[in-house]
Structures are given as C-alpha cells and as structure tokens.
C-alpha cells in the first residue's frame, strides 16, 4: 500500500474535485447524479480522513505551533458542518423550497473543507518530520 504521503494528498484532490461535481450536479439539478457523487465523496473524505491520520504520525505536529489546534478544531468542525447539506437535502428533497438553503449549507461545508485542507497543508509543512524507526 502506498504511503500516507501519497494517499493523503491524493484522497485530498479527490475529495475536492468531487465536491466540485457534486456542486455541479445539484445546480444542475440532476439528483441521481448529484446523490451518486455525494455518496462518492463522504467516502473520499473518510479515506482522507483516514490519511491524514496515517500521516500526522509521521510528524511532531506541536512543533506546528499554534496551525495544529487551529488546524484541528477546523477539520472537526468541517467534518461535523456534513450534516447541514444532508438535513437541508432532505429538506430540499421533500419540498423545493429549500433549495437555496441547501446551497448555502453546502457551500458552508465546502469553505470549511477546504480551510481545513489549507491549514492542515500548513500545519504539515511547518511540523518537524519524526525520525524513521528502523
């Protein structure tokens, strides 16, 4: 298996590029479509998720200084904010009229993603690596 450093940004760029088809898809209003890559990308997240954690064992993530809290208090937050466009989906599935709801909820988490994902490339690149163990 490839190492995190290769899985982490790699589930990353995938996450984001889905979420930009699943933007895609729900303001072009094609619901298979949309709820198929919705689907899709939660699992992305979860691998890079997953990832990431592989991957900051791999670094003293202190020595980030004040990034790492921030970072992690972000990407908990972010991961959290999935249930705002999944209640509002339902919503906006029961009855149209909260569809624009639904979009500010979705563009809500997806800021909130990606900040997680600048802070957390930030917090990587500023925390000191830890020494292999052979």
Same mark, same amino acid.
């Given at each position: =298996?490839? %190492?995190?450093?290769? &899985? ?9 590029? *889905? ?13 298979? &479509?949309? #709820? ?8 992305m997240l979860?691998?890079?998720? +997953? !990832?990431? #954690? %592989? ?8 020595? +980030? ?15 959290? %904010?999935?249930? &705002? ?5 339902? =919503?906006?599935y029961r ?9 500010? =909820? +979705? =563009? &809500?988490? #997806?800021? *909130?993603?990606? #900040? !997680?994902?600048?802070?957390? %490339? ?13």
């Amino acid at each position: =298996m490839p %190492a995190p450093q290769v &899985l982490f940004p790699t589930f990353l760029l995938l996450t984001v590029a *889905l979420l930009g088809v699943v933007v895609y898809t729900g303001i072009k209003a094609k619901l298979r &479509l949309h #709820l198929t890559f919705v689907v899709i990308t939660v699992l992305m997240l979860a691998a890079a998720i +997953a !990832a990431a #954690l %592989a991957l900051g064992k791999l670094y003293d993530l202190k020595s +980030a200084g004040w990034i790492t809290p921030v970072h992690l208090k972000l990407a908990r937050i972010a991961t959290y %904010a999935y249930v &705002l466009p999944a209640v509002t989906g339902v =919503m906006t599935y029961r009855d149209r009229k909260h569809r624009r709801l639904h979009f500010w =909820m +979705a =563009m &809500l988490t #997806l800021t *909130l993603t990606v #900040l !997680a994902a600048v802070t957390g %490339a930030w917090m990587i690149f500023h925390a000191t690596p830890l020494a292999a163990q052979s």
